[in-house]
């Protein structure tokens, strides 16, 4: 399966920069500058950030933003609409490294954003494409 993958550099991505974990601290927190805003800390680290091609596609021919759905919603465990028992699950994972995954709709289509346990990589996927 082909993937899009989000670096530094790319424009959606430019104003992102990941801050390494507070050495002095046994936190698993990082904080996230976005576009000069305040300063968010996520729950995890989301890796290296890809979508499927489908999912590029339905997200640019919508104008829709991958960032919201990173930033502001799965790093920051709303885990959108997930059932009350993958939420408790979801919950479960960030606090002992297990695989992390949300469910959102944007412009009338359901989508899967998946943390890998390791955490070295986010994907944004349609569910049939799983």
Same mark, same amino acid.
């Given at each position: 399966?082909?993937? @899009? @993958?989000?670096?530094?550099?790319?424009?959606?991505?430019?104003? /992102?920069?990941?801050?390494?974990? *507070?050495?002095?601290?046994?936190?698993?927190? #990082?904080?996230?500058?976005? %576009?000069?805003?305040?300063?968010?800390?996520?729950?995890?680290?989301?890796?290296?950030?890809?979508?499927?091609?489908? @999912?590029?596609? %339905?997200?640019? !021919?919508? =104008?829709?933003?991958?960032?919201?759905?990173? /930033?502001?919603? %799965?790093?920051? #465990? *709303?885990?959108?609409?997930?059932?009350?028992?993958?939420?408790?699950?979801?919950?479960?994972?960030?606090?002992?490294?297990?695989?992390?995954?949300?469910?959102?709709?944007?412009? =009338?289509?359901?989508?899967?954003?998946?943390? !890998?346990?390791?955490?070295?990589?986010?994907?944004?996927?349609?569910?049939? !494409?799983?």
């Amino acid at each position: 399966m082909n993937f @899009v @993958v989000f670096l530094l550099g790319i424009p959606t991505f430019t104003e /992102i920069k990941m801050m390494k974990k *507070d050495t002095n601290t046994n936190s698993n927190m #990082s904080a996230i500058d976005v %576009h000069g805003a305040q300063k968010k800390v996520s729950l995890f680290s989301c890796g290296t950030v890809v979508a499927t091609p489908a @999912v590029m596609a %339905h997200f640019s !021919e919508n =104008n829709i933003e991958i960032e919201p759905y990173l /930033i502001q919603r %799965h790093l920051q #465990s *709303d885990w959108g609409d997930v059932s009350p028992e993958d939420a408790i699950a979801n919950d479960f994972a960030v606090e002992n490294g297990l695989r992390i995954l949300s469910a959102y709709v944007a412009a =009338n289509r359901r989508f899967w954003v998946i943390t !890998e346990a390791d955490r070295s990589a986010t994907t944004f996927l349609f569910p049939e !494409e799983y």
